[in-house]
C-alpha cells in the first residue's frame, strides 16, 4: 500500500475545494511543504513493513488453511464460508468450534462484512479475538453472515443474502450479527463472535433464543474488526448458554495494546467463576421505559420478560429512568454523523478499524460498488454526508456530550440496584422483507427493533440477552444491564434467569424451507 504525495494539480484542485484561494505562488510554497510533510507517510510505510512481527505471525500462521466456500445445503443462510481453523491442541476451549462474524478479520479467509464494498478482501492478519480463540484451543469453522457494513438489526441486508430464523424460516434472524445467531441456535456451532453498535450481538441472540453480551465498552478488542464508529464499536461473545458466553469472555476479553477504544489498566478474571452463586442476593430493577414502547411494544413480550423477573429469587424493584425513551435519538445521531466521517469517508481509516488493509479496501469498494450498497448504509450516507457537510461535528458534539448525563442516569439507577431487566426487543421476529422491497420497508425492518439495545452502546454498560422463553412459538429476549466492569454479576444475574426459562428454546421449526 504506497500513497503518492499530492502534485501541484491536485493541490490546486483542493485549494479550490477548500475556497483557500491559492496563488501559483502559493501552490508552489506548499507543494513543497506537502513534499516534505508527507515524508511521514512514507516513513510510516517503511516502519509497518518492517515492525517485528510475534513469532509465527502472519505467514506460518495462515499457510495451509483453507479460505472456505459458501455451502450449498445452508438452509438457514447462515454460513459465509465454512472452513476448519484449528487451534492449539489443549486450552480452555479445546474441542470447541467457533463461527467467527464476517467483519473480523480470519487469516486468508476472504471477509465482505456483508457489503458489496469489500467484494474480494482477503484478510492479511487476525483480529484479536481470533488470535486469542486460536490460543485457547477452539476451532473457527467457519464465518457467519453479517448485514451489510453492520448497518441493520434484521437479517435482510447482507450482500450474501437473507439469513433465515431457525424458529421459522419466513422471518428475520435478527442483526447484524445475524449469522452466528442462526447457527448457534441450530446447533451447529458451540459458539461465536459478533458484534454490537446499536444491538447487533443482542438482537439476533434475541430472536433466535440464545444468549448473547454486549461486553462493557472497550473490554474486548475491536482490532481487525469492521467498525462503525469508535465510540460505539464493540465486540461480544454468544453462545447457547450463560455459560458458554462465560467461557468465551474469559477467554476475549483484555486490552491487546493496540485498539484505543480500551483501557490499559484492564484486568480480566476467570468470568466462569460468577456464574454459581444464585440470585438471592441480587437486587434487580425492572426498567419501567422498556416496556409499553408506544407503537413498538407486543404486551406478550412485555408480559413474558416481567413475569420471568417477578419469578426471581431476587429484590426485584420498579426503577424508571426517564431518558432512556430518547436514547435512540442520540445514537441515531452518533452513528449517522460517525459512520458518515469515519466508515463511510475515512473507510474506517480514522482510529477505527487498526487493519491497513481492510481501511484501504474499504475506500476503494465503497466507490466501486456503491449501487449495490443497501438501503440502510445509503440512508446513512445521505444523512450522514448532508448533517457534516451543513453543521459539520456540531449534533455529534451534542449527542456526545447528552450521553454523558444518560451515562449518568443509569448509573443512578444502578446505585440502587445490581442490574436492570428489560424485553432486548419491543417484538418477536418480524417477517424478511422481499428482496424487491421499497426503501422504506428495507429500513423498518432493519432499525425498528433497537430502542431498548442501542441507549447501551451509547453508554458502554455491558447488557446481555437471556432467552425467556416463547411467545408465539418465537423466542422472547430478556435484557440485563449491568455496572460497567461489572459482569461477574451480569453474568450471575443472567444465569438464574436462564435457570429459571428453560434457556435456549429448542427448534421446531415452521414456515417451510426456501
Ligand atoms: N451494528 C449494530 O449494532 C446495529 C444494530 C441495529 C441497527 C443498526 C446497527
Known amino acids: 500500500m504506497r500513497a503518492q504525495p499530492p502534485t501541484p494539480a491536485d493541490l490546486a484542485a483542493l485549494s479550490a475545494r477548500y475556497g483557500f484561494g491559492l496563488t501559483g505562488e502559493d501552490l508552489a510554497a506548499y507543494h513543497e511543504l506537502t513534499t516534505e510533510t508527507f515524508e511521514s507517510c512514507a516513513a510510516v510505510e517503511r516502519q509497518w513493513a518492517a515492525r517485528d512481527q510475534p513469532a509465527g505471525q502472519p505467514a506460518d500462521r495462515i499457510a495451509g488453511r483453507d479460505p472456505g466456500l459458501r455451502p450449498q445445503d445452508d438452509r ?30 480470519v487469516a486468508g479467509v476472504p471477509m465482505s462484512g456483508g457489503s458489496a464494498a469489500l467484494d474480494g478482501f482477503v484478510p492479511a492478519r487476525d483480529a484479536t479475538v481470533v488470535t486469542r480463540l486460536l490460543e485457547a484451543g477452539a476451532e473457527i469453522t467457519g464465518t457467519s453472515v453479517c448485514e451489510d457494513l453492520c448497518l441493520s ?64 465498552y472497550g473490554l474486548v478488542p475491536c482490532t481487525g474488526s ?39 489498566r484492564t484486568t480480566v478474571p476467570d468470568y466462569r467463576l460468577a456464574l454459581g452463586g444464585g440470585a438471592g442476593e441480587l437486587r434487580v430493577g425492572l426498567l419501567a421505559e422498556g416496556f409499553g414502547l408506544p407503537g413498538r ?23 424508571s429512568v426517564p431518558g432512556h425513551r430518547d436514547a435512540p435519538h442520540l445514537w441515531t445521531v452518533i452513528v449517522v454523523a460517525g459512520a458518515a466521517t469515519q466508515l463511510i469517508d475515512l473507510a474506517g481509516g480514522g482510529v477505527a478499524g487498526c487493519d491497513p488493509e481492510l481501511a484501504a479496501a474499504l475506500h476503494r469498494g465503497r466507490r466501486e460498488h456503491a449501487g449495490r450498497l443497501s438501503a ?42 445490581d442490574v436492570l431487566a428489560l424485553p432486548t426487543l419491543p417484538m418477536t421476529a418480524t417477517p424478511l422483507p422481499a428482496p424487491a422491497a421499497p426503501p422504506r420497508e428495507q429500513v423498518a425492518r432493519a432499525l425498528e427493533m433497537i430502542p431498548n ?5 451509547v453508554t458502554g454498560h455491558p447488557a446481555i440477552s437471556v432467552p425467556a422463553g416463547l411467545s408465539g412459538g418465537l423466542p422472547v429476549g430478556l435484557m440485563l444491564v449491568g455496572r460497567h466492569g461489572d459482569e461477574a454479576t451480569l453474568l450471575r444475574a443472567a444465569a438464574a434467569c436462564e435457570r429459571l426459562s428453560g434457556g435456549a428454546p429448542a427448534i421446531t421449526t415452521t414456515g417451510g424451507t426456501r
Open 76 to 105: 438457514l443462510g447462515a454460513w459465509q464460508r465454512r472452513t476448519s481453523i484449528k487451534g492449539a491442541p489443549e486450552g480452555p476451549l479445546a474441542g470447541r468450534t467457533v463461527a467467527v462474524k464476517d467483519n473480523v478479520c
Open 153 to 216: 438489526g434484521g437479517s435482510h441486508t447482507s450482500a450474501a443474502g437473507p439469513v433465515r430464523n431457525p424458529h421459522d424460516l419466513t422471518r428475520s434472524a435478527g442483526g447484524s450479527s445475524s449469522g452466528s445467531a442462526a447457527l448457534l441456535a441450530a446447533g451447529e456451532v458451540d459458539l461465536a463472535i459478533g458484534g454490537d453498535q446499536g444491538g447487533s450481538v443482542r438482537i439476533p441472540a434475541a430472536w433466535c433464543g440464545v444468549v448473547g453480551l454486549k461486553p462493557t
Open 226 to 264: 469492521v467498525p462503525i464508529e469508535p465510540s460505539v464499536d464493540h465486540l461480544g461473545p454468544m453462545a447457547r448458554t450463560v455459560a458458554g458466553v462465560a467461557d468465551l469472555l474469559t477467554v476475549i476479553a483484555g486490552p491487546d495494546g493496540s485498539d484505543p477504544r480500551q483501557d490499559p
Open 297 to 319: 411494544s407486543d404486551p406478550a413480550v412485555d408480559a413474558t420478560v416481567r413475569g420471568l423477573v417477578r419469578r426471581l429469587d431476587a429484590d426485584v424493584r420498579d426503577v
Open 376 to 417: 440502510t448504509v445509503k440512508l446513512v450516507t445521505l444523512l450522514g454526508a448532508h448533517l457534516i457537510h451543513t453543521s459539520g461535528g456540531a449534533h455529534y458534539a451534542m449527542a456526545r456530550r447528552l450521553a454523558a448525563r444518560l451515562t449518568a442516569a443509569y448509573d443512578a439507577a444502578l446505585a440502587g440496584v
Open 453 to 457: 439495545t442501542c441507549p447501551f452502546d
